[in-house]
């Protein structure tokens, strides 16, 4: 049987009262739609800190994010619970699983080729580097090192796109200027996953030699002119772009 778990994701658990309540008014997925949903703790300036999937438990909602940061976020939901009678801390007895097709889970909610997901205790072996080569090759990028921690505005990370932000929810961190620039209806920059060979350039925000691709924040006119995956779900938005 093939490797599922991925080792190199976590899982935080915030229980207690009006959990959806308090990630609403933080989060800029709507936590009144149905979970699992893609979504990102922002800056005040509308870049991203941190992105993770949400799924639901009961009233209880797990964040499915990078192991390496979620002690991290841990500490920067804790910040923002003030007085509020929640609990936020890891989930030891579950972890992230995922399989390119199947029955199992359910679909990745960014993006149905991206595959399967669910939550379960952990097996052996480790499905993080087959989870990595497939979701780059649909030009998806995830994670500090790809997103640019405290770098990259959020509808850089073709947010938008991949259906990691409500325009219609509210006032969340990071809303105003997120919402500005969609309704300028043009984004300059964006992340993509670039065919480099050995040389990734210094527009890389992190290089897999081994696969021969990295990720770079490109402007939109040098994207149309490199050497970057462009798939269907993300092709038609940086035309528009080029053109507005």
Not at 61 to 75: F, G, H, T
Not at 114 to 129: K, N, S
Not at 197 to 210: K, S
Not at 226 to 242: Q, R, T
Request: charged share 25%; hydrophobic share 45%.
């Amino acid at each position: 049987m093939n490797a599922t778990t991925l080792r190199d994701r976590a899982l935080i658990r915030l229980s207690g009262e009006d959990v959806r309540g308090f990630l609403q008014g933080l989060v800029t997925a709507d936590m009144n739609a149905p979970l699992p949903a893609w979504g990102a703790l922002l800056t005040p300036q509308g870049k991203v800190l941190f992105d993770f999937l949400l799924w639901a438990e009961g009233d209880d909602i797990l964040v499915d994010c990078e192991a390496d940061q979620a002690d991290a976020l841990v500490r920067r939901l804790t910040l923002y619970r003030l007085r509020r009678r929640i609990v936020i801390a890891r989930e030891p007895a579950l972890a992230v699983h995922w399989a390119p097709g199947g029955d199992a889970g359910v679909a990745d909610p960014r993006l149905p080729g991206l595959g399967r997901r669910w939550l379960a205790p952990a097996e052996e072996g480790d499905a993080a580097a087959a989870w990595r080569t497939h979701r780059l090759a649909l030009g998806v990028t995830e994670g500090a090192a790809e997103l640019g921690q405290d770098r990259t505005l959020w509808l850089e990370a073709n947010a938008r796109e991949l259906g990691g932000v409500s325009f219609t929810k509210g006032c969340y961190v990071g809303q105003e200027n997120t919402a500005r620039m969609h309704h300028r209806a043009k984004v300059s920059r964006r992340l993509v996953v670039l065919r480099t060979g050995e040389d990734p350039g210094e527009a890389a925000n992190v290089h897999y030699p081994a696969l021969g691709l990295a990720v770079a924040r490109l402007r939109v006119e040098a994207i149309l002119a490199s050497a970057a995956i462009l798939p269907e779900w993300l092709k038609d938005a940086i035309a528009a772009d080029a053109e507005a």
